[in-house]
């Protein structure tokens, strides 16, 4: 297929929507309504919306909107994945509606899953923003590192870090130390060297023990525990000396993760993440039949 | 000092009370009146109360009692602590009553804290359920590791496994995965076997990507993730094959530490507690002036 479409990354609390015509973005807007805000029989009528908005053009989809929480689930393709298996596994739940697959390790020893980033992740190298054989680190929630091959996701692993890292600051005996804000600064320098430890259940109690002791400057503690918890992450995925990671992040994640890929050894290269996503979808649009 | 006394644990949510005349316990109670349950001006009288049940006593009181939170900050000894050392430094918050401080490590690199765990492991060894030279483990939301060489705490470590485990149940997008009942099964023993992954951040994940694509029974998850925990501890502090740890715990903590200390290579001996306290308590008593 070719021609202008409405191309979609629907995540689970955020959307963005491209109207893309020849590879190029003409027009792109986001917006809060992710799967959780919509009902599951209001996806034609948010569909409707975005034709109003954008032109009455296909729209291919991406995210979370393809799980059993979105519209329609799109299922999962197994590793290597690359565009021509994805786009030969979309499925339709309407006329010129398409929802892309995720990508799923369904190992005996091991199971993962990712659901959107995929689409990043192809279509850095689709964009020539990183090579075809890379280890590529895309920040969140849920962390993405996944190793490319070829220009094919061969392997990946999802670490729950930032999750970890707000339910300590929200639910733990620590989060009480850990008000202040969060940049790559000393304390987060000294957090990633101490995540060389090993041993976080145990240098994660040492936040509170420091803080009893007055060890700890108050406001220190949070930028502490996030260096602790992204070097922990950091560490368990750079397992060569000079690695490069393509870092898909901006912000303030992506001068974390950059200062973390450096503390522990490796390369870190900033990638768009939005101009990967363009670059993926419009791949994956080439290659349905 | 020598005579019957009045001996309490007295800790952040639960206080137990024993009535010891010669070493002997006459009578306990255990109840809920925890340090946060009680007014700081409320402690007098809740130590009159103890004294009607069990007679006009000297009260020696070990635990959170004696923290910032508690009736009186009893302060730290240093490592190695002995019965001797923490004897010497008991405050006085009124007379006849005593509270024994807690241990600290305050070095450079590392620092740590317990508040009442060393009266029942310096109790194990004066008991003589543990010998002099130990690794001993006191379960917990707060784990305790301590090494002890010839009688004294020379070493010890705090390890968040029990309040994480909490966390990820109530907080955690696995926690809706994590309903099943936890006990020392299959599933459990499984959770031992991934931590030597070493990969916490990515292990907890995997239980999501489990439940998503099917591969784990609902019901299980709990287990499994509380072997992740309580296995990565224990590998965490067991470094030498074979070795010996001396279990201050009872009931379900008892079955998974003991399994899990098996299951890496290791040896579980079982102490008890309470006896382990009453011990501990009454010798700090014989060495204070």
Known sequence: MSGAFIAVDWGTTNRRAYHVEQGSVIATERDGLGVLSVRAAG?????????????????IMAGMVGSNRGWHDAGYVACPATVETIAAAVVQPEEAVWITP????????????????????????AAGLAPGDALLCQPGTHNKWATLQQGAIVDFTTAMTGELFGLLKDHALIGSEMAGAVDADASFRAGVDASAEADLLATLFGVR???????????????????????????????????TVYLLADGLLARLYRAAVTIVGGKAVMVDSQASFVAGITQIRNFMS
């Open 209 to 243: 023990a420091a803080s009893v002791l007055g060890k700890r400057a108050p406001g220190e503690a949070a930028a502490y525990v996030s260096g602790l918890l992204v070097g922990y992450d950091c560490r368990a995925r750079l397992r060569e000396p000079g690695q």
């Open 102 to 125: 995720g990508v799923h390790i369904d190992a005996p020893e091991r199971a993962d899953v990712m659901r959107g980033e995929e689409v990043q992740l192809l279509g850095a190298v």
């Open 43 to 59: 996806f034609p009528t948010e569909v409707a919306a975005l034709r109003t908005r954008f032109g009455p053009l296909p729209v």
